[in-house]
């Protein structure tokens, strides 16, 4: 992980998107403060997959769920 300011990505965007496509995340930062990440396009597919990795799993009947939710407030006082 390689840590950057803006103005060093603008001036040396080159390097850095060289540093990606060879497997390194960059930093983006503004005022001390980040504000971006570079990845690659491979990373970024992993990211999201490992992100949504238990979200979506298995099967669910959204009928079911609908009702569970109407009979809920149904309920409520």
């Not at 390689?2 to 390194?24: C, M």
Request: net charge negative; proline share 1%.
């Amino acid at each position: 992980m390689i840590a950057v300011t803006t103005t060093d990505l603008q001036n040396n965007f080159g390097k850095y998107l060289q540093a990606v496509q060879l497997g390194d995340e960059i930093i983006v930062l503004k005022n001390g403060a980040e504000v971006a990440r570079l990845i690659s396009k491979e990373r970024s597919v992993s990211f999201l997959t490992d992100a949504l990795t238990g979200v979506l799993k298995g099967d669910y009947d959204d009928k079911a769920i609908r009702a569970e939710r109407a009979a809920k407030y149904e309920s409520a006082p």
